[in-house]
């Protein structure tokens, strides 16, 4: 620097430092300050500017703020060339100055120079506000301040100014710079024809400025949004262009496929090494290399190496996070920057003589790191976020387009759940990675340097507090290990719950009519137990883990600090020594830590990268199968040779096929079921894998599936299928197909919004649906899987004439229909019967029953003969099936399964034969149940409508907004326990009041050093520390466990309350309320009230009592920090309340939205094949983009309200420590360096606990709204009691069986209107009554005003002389039996199904099945009567099911027997069964049958024949037959007369 200055100035005297007035010597002012600035910009720009040639974003014009700073940029060159020039000037005059009075200037020059150019290149390359120039001002400013201040000190010692020009010069300079500074905070307005234009809800963040996006200032519009109102939908900013699906996925396939082309080369590359290897040998042998050998020489191709979507992964999304990892980095190294500050603080302290500013410059540079630090870790974070939202998108967008392109054989690999995992939790695991992933290499870092300065600090003795916390990792570990296994088994039991909890709210109706509450909530409270205490036992182990974390720590500075004092006379524990260790400590304890949960979810991404990777390689079908190219040949579906098999593996499904359909012709192919009618469909569709042959089509395609697919959007939506809307094709279309009836019914017309896979159409109608897609779709080529088989007969016939028939919409066009119809075989132009996957005959009709093949044998067995006699019953079961049981269409998706259901198989038997009779169009019974059928839709809407209303007023209740109020709080602690829950907070603050006193004792024990009263008390010292120390550790532990006896007492209670709230409401609730919104009451909202909400509750007392015991102490050692609290601890409240408000909201907004976008893949995935035969495969992808895209539009705002919080707070934090460390500087002279260290270390603390407890107050609010919506449920009106006790009847009541009806009212729900008006009525003991009228003539509320499923308006019912109102539900209940019209099994074994309460013996049992014949079934299992039935007794038959059902009302055997007669599920055989069996065994009961057929009640005693509630005859059958009133018309209508 001599060179430089020249001797008269000096670069660095020892003297200013320690004076009063401190001052830097000219040399430094001339030459490190300025030039720093120009160092950083000359490194900075060249890269800089390379990044903006890459990355425009479009032209800014010039503005008038742009022509200000270019000016300024050009003066402040001017100037400093001034500098320069004088220097020259000078020179000439023989006043030679030292060589930096030239450099200098010339340098800073040619900086202001290259920043104007900067200036305006930004401009071109559409930068609106640059970090770069910012940075470059403000280190500028800086640099200038110290010259500014000595300046003026020198003149002022002086008297007078020496060098005006460059005093003038310098001053402009300042004011030039600081001027730039003040510019470069603004912004310049967006680029041209950039979306900020277009864009009505754009973003803020693409036009924010620099400092906005450091600080995230440009979020706070939305949280004062968010904090006046609950944000909404349409409040959400559009999602950025870079992180939408349609960037980021191309992205990440495009990576994707060039991995796997990569893939592929090497292979081929491999492939030929081997070939070539295989022919040498085969060469030299002479002989021909047999196929063993060549397989031997082949082997290496099973060794070939995967594509690796990791790679891919890298390549599209590494680059970006790299900036994250970059932004890590350089946090990790400013961390321990401040204990370094905080020893040289303790050092000031200790120094009677050190100037004060020395103390004030250290508390502004400790404020000046912890400040950037918080901000570059959030702008970290932001990275890690972004990246993890991208990875979710591109990982759901491939698996989604995959998911439409993946063959049959890979579609059985994977059921749709497991695919809408890989989109769910897998996709969700790589997000959740990313945040963690830096630490994998910032841990070690973070960790060798802290023992570098602890090595420094104390020597070897660091060690023992190393291997304290290293003891503590493995602990951790067996705790982490355990915890698992226990949640795995909690799950199993929670499943096993809900499960049941599922069935029994499903079967509800039944459990009331049994009076069977009581067997099944033991059977849930014993699976509770067993839950709770998984809970307790995970909650033992969640306490001893949280202590060994409270108390690492302290144990660590233990051992250090009692080694280092005994190891060597002469250490001495001095306050810098032990709170620069302890600071130290505290930075440690992080990364060791986190290292073990970020390998186990690494390992845990791992097992999800290789599902998807696995997903994503799977066979695609090959779009070459089908020949869609339009060549001329007359022939519109060729089929040549044709070989067809479901995968490559499998076994031939159709062999042999030669089909050959002329253009416009009609082709109906038969065959029993299983012959492989559907396959061949499948096979033109090119679903099949094609062994050998050709197929091609001419022209688009339609198809309508066997199972109708629906999609959950309205009507209208689902026959459009994305084509534009014409109304008058679109009204032929719904009148071809019959729709124009259902129409009316149904609540909003066309636009009634219909539920996944069409839960609420009919199976006819869904058919019907999917049917008017394809007419409207105006394809070419028609190819229908048996479109007719699932409506009714007069309705299949209607659509064969209008819409598929030689007169039909679609004559002229090609179709190939799959029928059963025997009917309508006559009108087709070509047969092609099928048997065994072969073809066995095809021609015209009239050539094939000449021919007297298969074919005429096929007619054969289904001729008229047979059917006749059973028509009625069938056309009525028939009918009805279809219109009960829509649920049918749900369990079974023949496109997933080849071979068709046999549930599918017996309705289809019955259709055929029903088909037969349709021909003539005036059989009254169809058109009386088609009239029955729309009055009973007719009769449903009030209904629905009054659900709808309920609905929103309880989706009203559950999403409440805004507060939660405090009484919810005060239910929780009701149910932990009031004296409980003030026990815990004591205990809290007892642990906490131990860590201070612990502290205090080391602040006391480091000020003996001082004192030179040291090695005497060594003892004493280290033994009270640890006394202190360890008592705190056990407090933690014994609150925690506290805490979780509390925790296991409060779920057990709030489940007890609901489950018991739950058996005792009303059958009306359940008929107004969905299951899933109980059931949700049940599994998620019980598993809030177990596992999340006390860990938040725990965490919440934790970083609560961690913030308090911070103020307490500083306030200790500086009281005058006091007055500061305030006005912080506003702040804080005004954030924390924003923040709550917001982050809240859109947490819902994001878990409303996140579930569309499973249930539309789901939905996807079943309709593959209609998709792909419709070409509909581009908008399904978008649609499902758009979908990600609007969950994304949520999530986003979440991450950045985070970030935006984080450094809001941890400004709070980093004022705290600056006013700790100002009031000690201030107050030296009256405190002990132990009291500095102490308060001060303290404060460096505290920015992670106020941080953490905003997160958790907002936590705490958003889960203790599950104890409110528990309380809700737990509250609602219940039935009468069960049991009561005064009144209880006689045990062998009823003795007789006489019923008795006096002047009986009754109405569904309060509002509703009287279903039963006025009824009068008296059967005697062992009459039997059947029950007829329309439907809704009130025949079942008969039945169930028996069993007080509904109460009385007025009137009474009374039985053998009591009245049945006065006397309790189960006494009451359990003294009638039903036969219900559904069977209702409950999952467990058969006995349990019968004999819930274990009353009967084996004998008993025995006999009931004997005389319900399933004797023979059951004993032919092999677990007797432990048969286990399956959820809902799925693996029995229909049939099976309701014998099941009479076996318990022969169990029962009581004098009143009521049998809702089942009109859907049973077959002839089984009716008759049923109805001889009650006509033996319940010969001296009274039954009451309400009836479906008539000829089952034609001999009974009487006959009540209802209408519209009221009793419109009620005599004899031959009676009323007499009186050819009512019941004469309905006996005509059923063929009876």
Not at 88 to 102: A, C, D, L, S, T
Not at 808 to 831: E, M, W
Not at 966 to 994: N, R
Not at 1477 to 1485: K, M
Request: aromatic share 10%; hydrophobic share 45%; net charge neutral.
């Amino acid at each position: 620097m001599e060179l430089l200055c020249g001797r008269e100035l000096p670069f660095w005297p020892n003297l200013t430092l320690h004076s009063a007035r401190p001052d830097l010597p000219e040399c430094f002012q001339l030459s490190v300050l300025p030039w720093a600035p120009c160092i950083y910009l000359w490194v900075t720009s060249p890269l800089y500017i390379l990044y903006l040639k890459r990355n425009s974003r479009g032209y800014i014009m010039m503005s008038v703020l742009n022509r200000i700073k270019t000016a300024l940029g050009l003066i402040l060159w001017i100037v400093c060339w001034t500098d320069l020039f004088s220097s020259f000037h000078e020179m000439n005059q023989n006043h030679i100055r030292p060589p930096i009075y030239f450099v200098t200037p010339l340098i800073v020059g040619m900086t202001m120079l290259l920043a104007t150019f900067l200036i305006q290149f930004e401009r071109l390359r559409g930068v609106q506000s640059s970090g770069v120039l910012f940075i470059f001002w403000t280190i500028s400013v800086l640099c200038a301040i110290v010259p500014f201040r000595s300046k003026i000190l020198h003149a002022n010692r002086e008297n007078e100014v020496k060098d005006k020009l460059r005093f003038t010069t310098f001053y402009m300079y300042f004011g030039l710079t600081l001027s730039e500074l003040i510019l470069s905070c603004f912004n310049e307005k967006p680029p041209l024809f950039s979306s900020a234009g277009t864009d009505p809800n754009v973003c803020p963040e693409t036009t924010a400025g620099f400092l906005s996006k450091m600080t995230f200032w440009w979020f706070t519009s939305m949280a004062i949004k968010g904090y006046k109102s609950p944000l909404e939908n349409k409040d959400l900013w559009s999602l950025n262009k870079q992180d939408s699906s349609g960037l980021v996925v191309p992205d990440l396939l495009n990576q994707w496929e060039v991995e796997k082309s990569k893939a592929l080369s090497e292979q081929s590359v491999k492939d030929q090494a081997a070939y070539t290897k295989a022919d040498a040998g085969a060469e030299m042998n002479h002989v021909c290399a047999g196929p063993e050998e060549a397989q031997v020489l082949l082997s290496p191709r099973k060794e070939s190496r995967q594509p690796s979507f990791l790679r891919a992964l890298i390549r599209a999304f590494g680059p970006y996070f790299l900036i994250g990892s970059a932004y890590k980095l350089l946090q990790d190294l400013i961390t321990f920057v401040n204990p370094q500050l905080l020893r040289m603080l303790i050092d000031f302290t200790k120094n009677e003589h050190a100037p004060l500013w020395w103390g004030y410059a250290l508390a502004f540079l400790m404020f000046g790191t912890s400040l950037l630090q918080t901000l570059i870790l959030h702008q970290h974070f932001q990275y890690c976020f972004v990246t993890g939202m991208r990875l979710r998108s591109g990982i759901i967008g491939a698996i989604y387009r995959k998911s439409l392109v993946i063959t049959n054989a890979a579609k059985r690999s994977s059921t749709v759940g497991e695919v809408v995992n890989l989109m769910s939790v897998d996709a969700q695991r790589f997000m959740d990675l990313t945040t963690f992933l830096n630490m994998l290499w910032s841990a070690p870092l973070q960790i060798i340097l802290a023992l570098f300065f602890l090595w420094q600090n104390l020597g070897p003795s660091v060690l023992a507090g190393v291997a304290v916390m290293v003891l503590l990792i493995p602990f951790n570990a067996f705790i982490a290990m355990k915890t698992r296994t226990y949640q795995v088994e909690q799950m199993k039991h929670k499943d096993d719950r809900i499960k049941l909890m599922n069935e029994i709210l499903n079967g509800i109706k039944v459990l009331k009519l049994y009076a069977w509450e009581n067997s099944f909530s033991e059977k849930i409270l014993q699976i509770r137990q067993k839950e709770l205490n998984v809970l307790k036992k995970t909650a033992y182990l969640s306490a001893l883990s949280t202590m060994a974390w409270t108390s690492a720590p302290f144990l660590v500075a233990l051992t250090t600090f009692a080694v280092y004092v005994t190891v060597d006379e002469a250490n001495i524990l001095d306050a810098e020594r032990a709170f620069v260790s302890l600071s130290l400590f505290n930075i440690l304890r992080f990364p060791l830590n986190m290292l073990p949960q970020v390998i186990s979810s690494i390992v845990q991404a791992s097992v999800s990268l290789k599902r998807i990777q696995d997903f994503l390689s799977h066979d695609e079908l090959d779009p070459e199968n089908v020949d869609r190219r339009n060549n001329a040949s007359e022939y519109a579906v060729t089929v040549v040779n044709g070989k067809f098999a479901w995968a490559k593996q499998d076994q031939v499904t159709l062999d042999n096929i030669n089909v050959l359909v002329p253009q416009g012709s009609l082709l109906a192919v038969v065959g029993h079921v299983g012959c492989g009618k559907t396959s061949l469909v499948s096979a033109l569709l090119g679903e099949m894998e094609k062994l050998e042959g050709q197929i091609s089509i001419r022209g688009s395609v339609a198809y309508v599936p066997q199972q109708a697919w629906i999609q959950n959007a309205s009507l209208r939506d689902n026959i459009l299928f994305g084509r534009p809307y014409e109304e008058q094709k679109y009204r032929c279309v719904l009148e071809a197909c019959a729709l124009t009836p259902d129409l009316e019914v149904l609540p909003g017309g066309d636009q009634t919004e219909i539920g996944e896979k069409g839960i609420n159409l009919s199976g006819g109608q869904r058919q019907r649906v999917s049917l008017a897609r394809a007419l409207y779709s105006e394809s070419d080529v028609f190819l229908l899987d048996d479109p007719l088989s699932a409506v009714d007969a007069h309705v299949a016939k209607h659509i064969f004439d209008k819409v598929i028939g030689p007169e039909g919409a679609l004559k002229g066009k090609t179709r190939v229909l799959v029928t059963h119809g025997i009917s309508f075989l006559p009108q087709v132009d070509n047969i092609l019967v099928l048997v065994d996957g072969g073809v066995s005959e095809a021609g015209s009709y009239q050539e094939l029953l000449q021919q007297n093949g298969a074919f005429a044998e096929f007619l054969r067995n289904y001729s008229l003969e047979d059917i006749i006699e059973e028509q009625d019953e069938l056309t009525l079961s028939l009918v009805d099936e279809e219109e009960d049981f829509p649920d049918d269409a749900l369990s079974n998706h023949t496109d997933m399964v080849d071979n068709e259901p046999v549930v599918n198989e017996a309705r289809r038997k019955f259709m055929r034969q029903i088909s037969i009779m349709s021909n003539d169009p005036e059989n009254p019974k169809k058109m009386s149940r088609r009239r029955r059928f729309s009055e009973r839709k007719h009769s449903e809407p009030p209904v629905e409508q009054e659900e709808k209303k309920e609905n929103k007023l309880i989706q009203a209740e559950t999403t409440e907004t805004g507060r939660v109020k405090l009484k919810v709080y005060w239910e929780y602690m009701k149910a932990v326990g009031p004296l409980l829950s003030l026990f815990i907070c004591f205990l809290y603050g007892c642990q906490s009041a131990a860590a201070i006193g612990a502290n205090f004792w080391l602040s006391d024990w480091t000020n003996d050093a001082q004192l030179n009263r040291t090695q005497a008390r060594v003892e004493m010292r280290v033994g009270v520390y640890a006394a202190l120390g360890i008592s705190q550790g056990v407090l933690v532990m014994f609150s925690s466990f506290t805490l979780a006896m509390g925790k296991i007492q409060g779920s057990r209670k709030l489940h007890q309350a609901l489950l018991d709230n739950k058996f005792h409401t009303p059958q009306s609730f359940f008929d107004t309320t969905p299951i899933g919104r109980i059931i949700n009451r049940f599994s998620k909202d019980i598993y809030v009230i177990d596992e999340v909400l006390p860990s938040t509750v725990l965490m919440f007392l934790g970083t609560f009592f961690a913030s308090v015991s911070t103020m307490i102490v500083i306030i200790c050692s500086t009281p005058i920090f006091a007055l500061v609290i305030g006005p912080l601890a506003l702040i804080y409240f005004f954030v924390q309340r924003f923040y709550v408000a917001t982050s809240r909201q859109l947490k819902r907004l994001e878990s409303v939205s996140r579930s569309p976008i499973y249930s539309h893949f789901s939905e996807t995935i079943t309709g593959t094949s209609v998709i792909r035969a419709y070409g509909r495969h581009g908008a399904f992808v978008l649609m499902s983009d758009m979908k990600v895209d609007e969950n994304q539009k949520s999530y986003y705002p979440g991450i950045v309200s985070n970030r935006w919080l984080g450094v809001r707070i941890e400004f709070i934090g980093n004022c705290i420590v600056l006013f700790a460390a100002l009031f000690a500087a201030v107050g030296k002279d009256k405190l002990s360096p132990g009291l500095v260290g102490l308060s001060v270390s303290y404060a460096l603390q505290v920015t992670m606990s106020l941080n953490w407890m905003v997160r958790m107050t907002s936590d705490l609010e958003s889960n203790i709204v599950a104890v409110e919506r528990v309380k809700e449920y737990s509250e609602t009106p219940t039935e009468a009691p069960w049991v009561v006790q005064d009144k209880r009847p006689p045990p062998d009541w009823p003795p007789e069986g006489n019923v008795e009806f006096v002047d009986y009212s009754v109405r569904y729900r309060e509002g509703l209107d009287l279903v039963l008006k006025n009824v009068s009525l008296k059967v005697k003991g062992g009459e039997k009554i059947g029950i007829v009228g329309r439907t809704g003539a009130g025949k079942s509320s008969m039945t169930l005003c028996l069993f007080r499923l509904l109460e009385a308006a007025n009137g009474e019912i009374v039985i053998d002389e009591v009245k049945i109102s006065e006397i309790g539900l189960h006494d009451l209940r359990s003294k009638l039996t039903i036969i219900p019209q559904e069977p209702v099994l409950f999952s467990g074994t058969l006995r349990m199904n019968l004999d819930p309460f274990e009353k009967y013996s084996d004998e008993e049992l025995w006999k009931a099945l004997e005389q319900s014949h399933l004797k023979k079934f059951v004993s032919s299992q092999s677990l007797k009567l432990d048969l286990e039935c399956s959820e809902g007794g799925e693996n029995l038959s229909v049939g099976q099911r309701q014998l099941v059902c009479l076996a318990r009302a022969l169990l029962r055997k009581t004098r009143i027997l009521v049998l809702d007669e089942a009109t859907a599920a049973v077959d002839l055989e089984t009716d008759d069964l049923i109805q001889s069996t009650i006509r033996t065994q319940f010969e001296d009961c009274t039954v009451f049958t309400i009836a479906h057929r008539l000829n089952t009640i034609m001999d009974y005693t009487r006959v009540l024949v209802l209408d519209k509630g009221e009793i419109a005859e009620f005599d004899t059958p031959a009676a009323l037959l007499a009186q050819r009133g009512i019941f004469f018309g309905m006996a005509k209508d059923a063929g009876l007369v």
